[in-house]
């Protein structure tokens, strides 16, 4: 039972869902700055930095971001870091990002794909 001048936390749950939909630009922003704090220690200023350093492309490719949101405005560039240590590397695309995950951080396959590759355009065709 709710004491009185405190909402349940079906009425909380149900003000926050209701807001998050009448203002969903808002909403992103607000997300997006405490997933920065919350998973890699930065601020909206230092991911700025680091996004200014880049000139805002991907630090891999140096591309601008090409995937689009749901919004269908280009994304924002991914805070790449090292899993076993935490330490931020650089902002990377989506699709850069998504070949270093499946890579599972391990330069020696980076370097297998890489030489398979080169040697795939000289090698035989079936």
Same mark, same amino acid.
């Given at each position: 039972?709710?004491?009185?001048?405190?909402?349940?936390?079906?009425?909380?749950?149900?003000?926050?869902?209701?807001?998050?939909?009448?203002?969903?630009?808002?909403?992103?922003?607000?997300?997006?700055?405490? /997933?920065?704090?919350?998973?890699? #220690?930065?601020?909206?200023?230092?991911?700025? +930095?680091?996004?200014?350093?880049?000139? =805002? $492309? @991907?630090?891999?490719?140096?591309?601008?971001?090409?995937?689009?949101?749901?919004?269908?405005?280009?994304?924002?560039?991914?805070? /790449?870091?090292?899993?076993?240590? #935490?330490?931020?590397?650089?902002?990377?695309? +989506?699709?850069?990002?998504?070949?270093? =995950? $499946? @890579?599972?951080?391990?330069?020696?396959?980076?370097?297998?794909?890489?030489?398979?590759?080169?040697?795939?355009?000289?090698?035989?065709?079936?």
């Amino acid at each position: 039972m709710a004491s009185r001048g405190r909402k349940s936390n079906k009425e909380d749950a149900l003000r926050q869902y209701l807001w998050r939909k009448a203002n969903p630009g808002k909403n992103k922003i607000i997300t997006d700055r405490a /997933d920065l704090k919350r998973k890699y #220690g930065l601020t909206e200023t230092q991911f700025a +930095y680091l996004l200014g350093s880049q000139q =805002g $492309l @991907c630090a891999v490719c140096k591309q601008e971001e090409k995937i689009l949101s749901n919004q269908g405005k280009p994304r924002n560039l991914s805070v /790449d870091h090292c899993h076993a240590t #935490g330490k931020i590397r650089g902002l990377l695309c +989506y699709r850069c990002n998504h070949a270093l =995950g $499946l @890579c599972e951080d391990k330069p020696n396959l980076l370097r297998e794909l890489a030489t398979y590759l080169e040697q795939a355009d000289t090698g035989f065709i079936i």
